[in-house]
Nanobody, 115 residues
């Protein structure tokens, strides 16, 4: 069974840090473009960061310099290091894996940043 499982969400004060992980089972992530998306209440899901199979990076302007995406293909895992968190970063964070017509999503992990 192909599955993406996120972990690492939680509650943190503004200015704090969290680290999210997304581990795949049933599929090798090395060929996938991996991304982190987020969805806040009553808002559309938006791209936060993504990393290609070759390591090219792309970030939303709102998170540049604060959030860092990385991948470890040997561990079949992608990470999102989140520093200097702001209350507006509060959302459910989803892991995504794309390759041609394959489009996989995790179940999401809640990140809440208190002011």
């Amino acid at each position: 069974q192909v599955q993406l499982v996120e972990s690492g969400g939680g509650l943190v004060q503004a200015g704090g840090s969290l680290s999210l992980s997304c581990t795949a089972s049933g599929v090798a992530l090395s060929i996938f473009k991996m991304g982190w998306y987020r969805q806040a209440p009553e808002k559309q899901r938006e791209l936060v960061a993504r990393i290609s199979s070759g390591g090219n990076l792309d970030y939303a302007d709102s998170v540049k310099g604060r959030l860092t995406i990385s991948r470890d293909n040997a561990k079949n895992t992608v990470y999102l290091q989140m520093n200097s968190l702001k209350p507006e970063d509060t959302a459910v964070y989803y892991c995504n894996a794309k390759y041609i017509r394959v489009d996989l999503w995790g179940q999401g992990t809640q990140v809440t940043v208190s002011s």
